[in-house]
Structures are given as structure tokens and as C-alpha cells.
């Protein structure tokens, strides 16, 4: 059928809103009308840096409704509300015992432009488009593996959810899955943007009697306070380790580091406690350690968390329902942009204008 998607032809290039043809669904697949899809710093990475193949269509934080099933789907019907969320085979070591954030043909099954039985369902002029994680949302309609669509109550706004597919899971994610911190511990988050504060807001749930937000923009600062945060810090203005250990006495026993610049992942060690642990969930470079003084010689430990080592047919329902009782009020990060304004919502993600653009794709 044919179908409106963002087209990035070459690496670095604007989107473009185009008509390609979208192929029906195969076996074990569904068909998705989509009615949102949030903006992540993922697309503006595989954008910018060409980590998987062109031309595509990016978007990978879907929202929508089933249209159509192919053979062999079972737990989805027509009409389901559903959120789109990472590709996993389902099948390796790691998806069947929880842990599909790090399935073994992950890179492939979702940087590699194909879908898993490596074939396309997206083309223009005759031409394959690849595919990102297994859905590109950026368009009207996908088609996805039914293991990635989540489904959702349908008495929350559809248009919302997307987030939860990916940024919004990973900060909430790394908190209440990997790091499960204690009722009344202490637990620092460097950098509020939609990955951080989801962290604060989950530190809350789970009970932690210090949230510390760090960042350089005191109006992220202030958001992070209403969300949760017990203290903020402003990096820039203050010296982050010092502050950390004033506050908390010893340290701090947990951190989650979304911010990728490698100065913040030292502070994020420096400023814990002995047996601390970081989960470090940006995108990081090279960083240069003194592994006895920032690690070993105090038992701490740095993590690496993937997509809030999530199984998302289980997380993201938990997440909706602790929004709706009012626990996770991730509304708070998301301003709407309708569809043709995608790229002025990548520069104000950017410049840090919107925490959390969405756009809105159909009603």
C-alpha cells in the first residue's frame, strides 16, 4: 500500500516526507496505523553518525493502532492500541530468560535495515528503504514484528505513549529493573533530559529518600524538583562531586548517567559511595579512568544499561498504569508538533527548547 514516511536519503540530511510503498505484513507481523511517535536522540545519532543504512526511515518511539495481522499472530487483534517498542529475536539465551536488551542479533535487528527475515518492507522508485529497530515510525502507517508491539489500555491517550517505547523506558527502566534500589537510599541523576527525569520520577516510585538532579539548565533543574528531585545541582555553577557528598554524607549509592560527555561519567564515580554503583545509559565516547582511585579501590562498580533492560510487553503496561494513578506523570516532558515539522523538532531537542517532542502522525 502506499503510505507518507520521513525519508533521510543520506547521512546527515533533513527529513523528507515522501510516498513510498509499504509492503503487507508477513508472518508474525502486524500492520500499524501510527498516531504519535516520539523524537529521540537515537534518530538524530543514526541520522548524523550513519549508523545504519540509507536512505531509511527513521523513528523508532511508534504509537498506534493495529490495521492488520499477518499469519500466525496470536495475542493482537485489529484495533488494539499498542506501542511499538526495540526489535529481539525472541529466541536467544537472553530474550528467553528477560533480558532482550541484550539479544544476541540486536545491532542487526535494529541498526541493520532489514527486517529479521532480511528482506524489506519499505520502498521507493522500486528501491528498498531500510528499516530502524524493527518499525520506522516516522510514517503513517508500519509494519513490525507483533513481538515488538506492547499493547496498551486503550483509555490513555494514544498519542502520549510513544516515549515509552524507548527514552521514557530507559531512564524508568534502569532505575526499577536493573538498579532496584532500596526504600530510603540515595540516588544521583546527571542530565534532565526525557532519559533522566523518567529516572527521577521511577527513583520516587521506588522510594528513595535522596534524588539528586544534575544538569547546567536550571530549567530542567526546577522540572526535575516537580517530578521528584529532593536536591538539584547545577554543574555548572557548582562543583558536582563536592555537593554529592555534602548531601549524602558518604556518597551516593546509586547514579544513572545519561548525559554520554565523558567528565560527567568520572563525576558520576567520584561522587559515589563505597560498593556505589552507575548505570551508565548515553551514548559515551572514550573515556580515561584512574580505575584504582574512581572504581576498584572502593568496590564500585559502572554498569552499562541498555533500553532500561526492559522486556516492554511486561514494563510498558506497568509504566501506563503507574501514569494513570498518577505516579509517573511523564506528560510533563512531551510538547506536541504535528508531523510536517519534524525537523524543527529535532533542533529544538537539540538546543533544548522541548524535553520530549512527539509528533503527531493521524488522529
Known sequence: MKIQAAVTRKQGDDFQWQDVELAEPGLGEVRVRIVA??????DAVARDLGIAPFPIVLGHEGAGVVEALGAGVSGLAEGDHVVLSFAHCGQCGHCLTGHPTVCDTFNDLNFGGAM?????R??????????????????????????????????????LLGPLGCGI??????????????????????GCGAVG?????AAKIAGCHQVIAVDVHDSRLALAAELGATHTINGQKEETVA???????????????????????????????????????GVTPEVTLDV??????????????????????VFIPQL???????RFPFDKLVKFYPADQINQAFEDSKQGITVKPVLRISN
Open 243 to 281: 555537593r554529592v557528598r555534602d548531601i549524602t554524607g558518604t556518597g551516593s549509592e546509586y547514579a544513572v548517567e545519561t548525559t554520554g560527555v565523558p567528565a560527567v561519567v568520572r563525576q558520576s564515580l567520584q561522587a559515589l559511595r563505597p560498593l556505589g554503583v552507575s548505570a551508565i545509559v
Open 37 to 42: 511517535t516520539g523524537v529521540c536522540h537515537t
Open 292 to 313: 584504582h582511585q574512581d572504581l576498584m579501590a572502593e568496590g564500585k562498580s559502572m554498569v552499562g544499561v541498555i533500553e532500561g533492560d526492559s522486556v516492554p510487553r
Open 320 to 326: 501506563v498504569s503507574y501514569y494513570k494513578d498518577g
Open 169 to 190: 523506558q530507559t531512564g524508568a527502566g534502569t532505575v526499577l529493573n536493573r538498579l532496584k534500589p532500596g526504600f530510603g537510599s540515595s540516588l544521583v541523576v546527571y
Open 197 to 201: 527525569l523518567s529516572a527521577i520520577m
Open 116 to 120: 529479521d527475515d532480511g528482506s524489506h
Open 122 to 159: 519499505l520502498r521507493r522508485d522500486d528501491k528498498a528503504l531500510a528499516t530502524f529497530f524493527g518499525q520506522s515510525s516516522f510514517a503513517s502507517h508500519a509494519v513490525v514484528n507483533a513481538r515488538n508491539a506492547v499493547k496498551v489500555d486503550p483509555e490513555v491517550d494514544l498519542a
